[in-house]
């Protein structure tokens, strides 16, 4: 079974600048989540997606972040105009079930903003 | 609020060692699950267990044992005859049923075993 995949693996981008990261989850899985993990802190949960309805995004920072999941499989997170605060690992993951379900974590994006 | 605390931030340890990692969870909801993560250098998080706040039964998967204390709101988890490949960020993290019912997750406990 693969895993979920993450594209791309690093990013450097200057602040202002616009930036999108792509995301696959695991095939039959109908939750899709998108964490923010800032180095030497937990993961956060950005937004999270039942097929294609958004189930939470209260954590997601709606005057620059969006996100879509486009037929209830990939999804996308994009981010304009970024800041330096953004620099961090953007992990994909997806379940089964809902949150309460055994999620799989892609390898996550490496943003940085210079 | 919900809230997970990982006071250990960083664990050395010498190969053959027993080491626990220490979870402490704060929630008012009666149903929830916790799950204990592993982070290699590589960066995706691996699953290794959930647990439901109604089982507090303890669980010993190989060298991997985790004990819940719904009395002292723990989840902590014990590396018996750690090796190196257990070298990684420890990430306990809680689901809980009311709410926005998303999972939070601690601050990691980074461990390192030594040869």
């Known amino acids: 079974e693969a895993g979920v995949a993450q594209s791309p693996r690093y990013k450097i981008i200057e602040k202002r600048q616009s930036v999108a990261f792509w995301c696959n989850p695991i095939s039959g899985h109908a939750t899709l989540y998108w964490y923010q993990q800032i180095l030497g802190q937990g993961p956060k949960l950005l937004i999270q997606f039942q097929n294609n309805g958004v189930v939470d995004d209260s954590q997601l920072p709606k005057d620059r972040f969006s996100a879509e999941r486009l037929k209830g499989v990939d999804s996308t997170l994009k981010i304009q105009p970024a800041k330096l605060e953004d620099s961090a690992v953007y992990l994909c993951?997806?379940?089964?079930?809902?949150?309460?379900?055994?999620?799989?974590f892609g390898q996550g994006t490496r943003l940085t903003v210079v | 609020a919900q809230k997970v605390t990982q006071a250990q931030t960083e664990i050395s340890v010498v190969e053959k060692e027993d080491v626990t990692l220490d979870c402490v969870y704060e929630t008012r909801d009666t149903t929830y699950y916790l799950f204990w993560y592993k982070q290699p250098p590589s960066g995706e998080l691996v699953f290794l267990i959930r647990r439901n706040s109604f089982d507090e039964q303890n669980e010993i998967s190989g060298r991997y044992s985790w004990n819940f204390q719904k009395s002292t709101s723990s989840f902590n988890f014990t590396i018996t005859a750690s090796q190196v490949v257990d070298s990684a960020v420890y990430f306990c993290?809680?689901?809980?049923?009311?709410?926005?019912?998303?999972?939070?997750f601690g601050t990691g406990t980074k461990l390192q075993v030594i040869p």
């Open positions: 993290a809680l689901w809980n049923s009311g709410g926005y019912q998303k999972v939070t």
């Open positions: 993951a997806s379940s089964r079930g809902g949150g309460n379900t055994e999620a799989f």
